[in-house]
């Protein structure tokens, strides 16, 4: 037990400014001279009540040097604790700790451990340095923080390890990191974001590793205009309202699973790779300047799809790795849900031909036969098209030469139209096809090619018609 004779000058200004909740400020001191030891603070920390006003307490000290580290695990702390520009020789011990309010704002500390810890107002970290080359620096692991977690202009490091731990973690208010800088990941699964995620201009650096990660989390919102060196992973988050990483400057991006109400992807600059299989929001957001170059889309279901015409939007689908429908069939529905069903025939369209270039040899034959003749289907007119140019031309050439009747004195006259028609149309018959043949083989086997192209425009316009017909 720590007794008033024994504290140092500056200890006594400390103990003596805390009933009051008096700002103790240190920092004109020598460094001997503002020294306080940690096991000082901890005891007014755990001071009970012993007047009227002492039971909410402000511990509030500036520019001291504290020696030692300040240990309190499971302790229940009924004080405000805040210390400013101070500079902490030990780490700060919370695991279990039920606290009121704490500040550690512009300090320079090797690590605050608060796992299972019940923060009942803010955890302010601003401006601090916080740091240890032995263990993760900052481990709130299913901590509950009723309060904001102020990270605004913090610099954590942990070179090769996590800057700071954060599974599970439980946040009645919002993660402010603006202007923070990491030398290590800063993982967050599991976390409960009840008042969002907020991270503008912030540096995050885990070269080889996870530089950010909230696999699993749930939040109000997440806007995370961050610059990342390291792969980004929120994986199954839930987000309610924005997922934004409008401005942000990263390498690679899964949001595989996620849910969120709007998704904003306009980047600063063109990510490597962002997986957004499965993820499933309302409103997206996104600017073909910064599109990645390897996007994965099988399963991104959407509402509502910002801007871009369908050639803009096929370009964007093609930076899928391999062939899937979906991604077609979704966007085909976006159009059609906006009034512009000529684009979604262009997409539906454009995804048989991206599936005929996957399929074997005499698939794609057909598939190049039914894209040219009635264009799947989505293009119908082609069959008139041909029949446009074949009639006229075919009938000219039978015009021009004599057929043979097969049998004399019998059958209708000959009529290269109607014969030329004949061929074309291969159900039924006009009595002309039967009844003659040709002395010139070369225009005998026109006839057979006529035959043959008319089964195939057929079966095309029959199959084009089915599926135009499923289709609506």
């Known amino acids: 037990m720590i007794t008033y004779e024994e504290l140092t000058p500056s200890e006594r200004k400390v103990w003596d400014g805390f009933p009051a909740g008096r700002r103790v400020d240190l920092s004109g001191l020598k460094d001997r001279r503002r020294t306080v030891?940690?096991?000082?603070?901890?005891?007014?920390?755990l001071r009970a009540s012993g007047e009227p006003g002492d039971e909410a307490s402000l511990l509030n000290v500036v520019g001291a040097r504290v020696t030692g580290s300040l240990i309190l695990n499971g302790c229940e702390i009924r004080h405000l604790l805040m210390l400013e520009d101070c500079e902490l020789e030990g780490r700060v011990s919370l695991a279990g700790a039920t606290t009121q309010a704490i500040g550690f704002v512009g300090c320079r500390l090797p690590g605050i451990w608060a796992p299972s810890a019940r923060i009942g107002g803010r955890l302010d970290l601003r401006r601090?340095?916080?740091?240890?080359?032995?263990?993760?620096p900052?481990?709130?692991?299913h901590t509950h923080i009723a309060g904001a977690l102020r990270l605004d202009d913090a610099v954590v490091i942990a070179p090769g390890r996590l800057a700071l731990s954060a599974g599970g973690l439980q946040m009645d208010g919002a993660i402010v990191g603006d202007r923070m800088r990491t030398e290590g990941g800063v993982l967050l699964p599991g976390a409960r974001l009840s008042g969002g995620l907020f991270m503008a201009d912030a540096h995050l650096s885990c070269p080889d590793g996870t530089a950010f990660g909230a696999d699993n989390a749930t939040a109000s919102s997440m806007r995370c205009a961050f610059t990342v060196e390291g792969a980004v992973?929120?994986?199954?988050?839930?987000?309610?309202?924005?997922?934004?990483?409008?401005?942000?400057?990263?390498?690679?991006?899964?949001?595989?699973?996620?849910?969120?109400?709007?998704?904003d992807l306009r980047f600063a600059v063109p990510p490597t790779s962002v997986d957004l299989r499965n993820v499933q929001v309302s409103w997206a957001y996104d600017a073909a300047a910064t599109w990645p170059s390897e996007l994965r889309l099988h399963g991104f279901t959407y509402d509502s799809l910002d801007g871009s015409d369908a050639a803009a939007r096929l370009g964007w689908i093609r930076r899928n790795p391999a062939y899937a429908a979906q991604p077609y069939e979704q966007l085909a529905g976006h159009f059609r849900?906006?009034?512009?069903?000529?684009?979604?025939r262009r997409v539906l369209l454009a995804k048989q031909r991206h599936r005929r270039a996957t399929a074997r040899p005499l698939s794609r034959v057909w598939g190049y036969l039914f894209d040219a003749t009635v264009g799947y289907g989505y293009r119908p007119w082609l069959a008139a098209v041909w029949l446009a140019v074949l009639v006229p031309a075919a009938t000219l050439v039978f015009g021009s030469h004599t057929p043979i009747p097969v049998k004399k004195g019998e059958g209708a006259p000959f009529?290269?139209?109607?014969?030329?028609?004949d061929l074309l149309i291969p159900i039924g018959g006009l009595g002309q096809r039967t009844a003659w043949y040709w002395p010139d083989q070369t225009v005998q086997w026109l006839a057979y090619l006529l035959i043959a192209i008319g089964w195939a425009l057929t079966t095309a316009i029959v199959a084009g018609a089915t599926r135009a017909l499923v289709k609506t």
């Open 128 to 136: 601090s340095i916080i740091g240890n080359v032995d263990y993760n």
């Open 138 to 141: 900052l481990q709130l692991l």
């Open 37 to 45: 030891r940690a096991s000082v603070l901890r005891a007014l920390l």
């Open 337 to 344: 849900r906006v009034g512009h069903d000529d684009e979604a």
């Open 415 to 421: 009529n290269a139209l109607v014969y030329t028609l």
């Open 233 to 263: 992973r929120l994986r199954g988050v839930q987000v309610a309202d924005l997922l934004s990483f409008e401005g942000a400057n990263l390498t690679t991006l899964s949001v595989v699973g996620a849910r969120a109400a709007e998704l």
